[in-house]
């Protein structure tokens, strides 16, 4: 499968919060790309999400350097090599937020949610803990490819909720999963094949939530420049409230 990715991203602080707690990477040595949403007061949110980041892009770079590194956690034979060494990094990110939370009474509480897309030769594989998005749009078609990890995904799995009721939610801000959270983590994975034209849309909920899917995709499906089309999502966000920071990493599969 012979593609190159071209890549585009935007981080903004929304229009209700004080500062950006979200952080991303674009890790293109590695084919890996990263959308971190913090939680937590004082600006630890911030931490954490520059923490899960920093954590993976150095755990996937001592990998590469040096392929019989001896890992934090056991491999899971039921994955293959390189969907391993993703969900590993991911583990060891969260373990080293909850170490610092737990240790340092300043940022005692805090998380982030993550979504990442892992680029092989072969395919792609996303991974995700909370409510952090992966999108593909195909051929004018938008599909989600994460489930959140969220307190109203789970009422919606358990009684179909009319869209008022999920308008009105008052626990919406409300995620099951996360880094930092608990001393171990599960992590979501998916394998893709993809196509050439191909756009994947990470996300963090600042964009997912004020944006309707059908703008998403009309959006990235109408505007073949990749930083406009960046900044024209968080501008909609933004037009539509901006209740929460926004952050999108947009790859696109070119011949």
Same mark, same amino acid.
């Given at each position: ?128 803990? /909370? ?74 909920? /600042? ?49």
């Amino acid at each position: 499968m012979s593609f190159r990715i071209q890549v585009a991203a935007e981080t903004n602080v929304g229009m209700k919060r004080p500062h950006n707690e979200d952080n991303f990477a674009i890790v293109e040595q590695h084919g890996l790309y990263m959308v971190a949403d913090g939680m937590g007061g004082h600006a630890s949110g911030e931490i954490a999400s520059k923490m899960a980041v920093d954590a993976i892009a150095e755990f996937f770079a001592t990998t590469a350097e040096d392929t019989e590194k001896t890992w934090p956690y056991k491999m899971d034979r039921a994955r293959g090599y390189e969907e391993n060494r993703l969900v590993v990094a991911i583990k060891l990110a969260n373990l080293r937020i909850y170490e610092r939370a737990q240790r340092d009474r300043a940022t005692r509480g805090m998380g982030t949610t993550l979504v990442s897309l892992f680029t092989l030769s072969d395919g792609i594989y996303i991974a995700h803990v /909370g409510d952090s998005r992966a999108y593909r749009v195909r051929n004018g078609q938008l599909t989600q490819l994460t489930e959140d990890h969220s307190l109203l995904n789970d009422y919606i799995k358990m009684r179909r909720l009319t869209p008022d009721e999920i308008a009105n939610f008052p626990h919406k801000n409300v995620i099951t999963r996360a880094l930092g959270m608990k001393e171990i983590v599960k992590v979501d994975t998916r394998f893709e094949i993809p196509e050439v034209g191909d756009v994947y849309v990470l996300c963090s909920d /600042g964009l997912a939530g004020p944006i309707s899917d059908a703008e998403i995709c009309e959006i990235v499906s109408g505007t073949s420049d990749l930083e406009a089309c960046a900044s024209q999502l968080v501008a909609r966000a933004n037009k539509n409230g901006g209740p929460d920071n926004i952050t999108v990493v947009l790859a696109r599969l070119v011949p």
